[in-house]
């Protein structure tokens, strides 16, 4: 079935600094979202990205396709960039979701 | 509305008993999809929505789970004899569904304890 594997699983910043989480997935795809949840617990839709790069402020993400894997890119960590970041990949009918990168931005 | 409501916001119940949790999408919105997130599962697809059709209902456990859409607006998902396992955050999105541009909002969530 689709699997989705992102890393690292946990991630300790200070404010300031950069990162790159990395999203793999096990099929083509049409579809794939990255997401924030805040410690609150919403989910926030961060981008639909199933090629290519776009970037949004201090974030920006790109898609492979063809190697199947998908970047997001933290520049200038904030304290509220904390939270879980989930890939999500699959069709318009279904995402599949990664286990999450989990996030913490120190001061 | 604005964005994805989602009623109770907190449930408990006791095993053995039906829940009902609501869920009212941004207007316009065609597609709607129901996710379960629990400690030990991660983020569980469950069921979508287009309009008040469920093309794919492939994530829903057991024969307990149901939903329906009617309107092709508000959704409502039915837990049939809560078990302990139930336990979970049962969050809905909504999507405009147009090519190319999917993107999924997701509601609060309704948090459901089965003790």
């Known amino acids: 079935g689709i699997q989705v594997e992102q890393s690292p699983p946990d991630l300790i910043l200070q404010e300031g600094a950069n990162s790159t989480l990395r999203c793999n997935f096990s099929d083509s795809v049409n579809n794939l979202q990255w997401f924030h949840q805040n410690p609150w617990g919403q989910l926030i839709n961060l981008f639909y990205i199933p090629s290519g790069t776009k970037q949004n402020g201090r974030l920006s993400a790109t898609t492979v396709a063809t190697e199947r894997y998908s970047l997001l890119y933290i520049s200038s960590s904030q304290t509220t960039d904390s939270g879980v970041y989930f890939c999500?990949?699959?069709?318009?009918?279904?995402?599949?979701f990664g286990t999450g990168t989990r996030l913490q931005v120190t001061l | 509305g604005a964005g994805v409501s989602q009623s109770p916001s907190n449930k408990v119940t006791e095993k053995g008993k039906d829940v009902e949790l609501r869920c009212d999408p941004i207007s316009g919105h065609t597609a709607l999809y129901w996710y379960r997130q629990s400690l030990g599962q991660g983020l569980e697809f469950l069921i979508y929505f287009q309009g008040n059709s469920a093309p794919d209902k492939s994530g829903l456990p057991s024969d307990r789970f149901s939903a329906e859409r009617t309107g092709g607006s508000v959704s409502t998902l039915t837990i049939q004899r809560t078990q302990q396992e139930d336990s979970a955050v049962y969050l809905c999105?909504?999507?405009?569904?147009?090519?190319?541009?999917?993107?999924?909002?997701f509601g609060a969530g309704s948090r459901l304890t089965v003790l």
């Open positions: 999500a990949f699959g069709t318009a009918s279904k995402l599949t």
């Open positions: 999105a909504s999507s405009s569904n147009r090519a190319g541009a999917n993107v999924l909002t």
